[in-house]
């Protein structure tokens, strides 16, 4: 089992950058494939970004590829998304995920055995 708790999060201007950061604990991650997801107000929660258990495949939503990226530290007990060119579109809660299926990247999130609380991002115009 492991426990996820999400940082970071904050308001922005567009074009503007975010870090937010997952950190583990009760488990490393190098037991699961990790991902981003974020939900909006009236929308379904979506995935942004992933990485595999060894940290060598990563994945990302067509929105946010090129702008994102997501890693992980060599701990293997945090990881992260970085966000650059952020735009208002990209206002919502993001949410942290842990899968056991290794061979999941992607995916939706009843896919994900572990959740982080989430953390506010707010971009604006």
């Known amino acids: 089992q492991v426990r996820l708790t999400e940082s970071g999060g904050g308001l922005v201007e567009a074009g503007g950058s975010l870090r937010l950061s997952c950190a583990a604990s009760g488990s490393t991650f190098g037991s699961f494939n990790t991902g981003w997801f974020r939900q909006a107000p009236g929308k379904e929660r979506e995935f942004v970004a992933g990485i595999s258990w060894s940290g060598s495949r990563t994945e990302y939503s067509d929105s946010v590829q090129g702008r994102f990226t997501i890693s992980r530290d060599t701990a293997k007990t945090t990881l992260y998304l970085q966000m650059n060119g952020l735009k208002p579109v990209d206002t919502a809660r993001y949410y942290c995920?842990?899968?056991?299926?290794?061979?999941?990247?992607?995916?939706?999130?009843?896919?994900?055995?572990?959740w982080g609380q989430g953390t506010q991002v707010t971009v604006s115009s």
């Open positions: 995920a842990a899968t056991q299926d290794l061979m999941l990247l992607g995916g939706t999130p009843r896919e994900y055995d572990y």
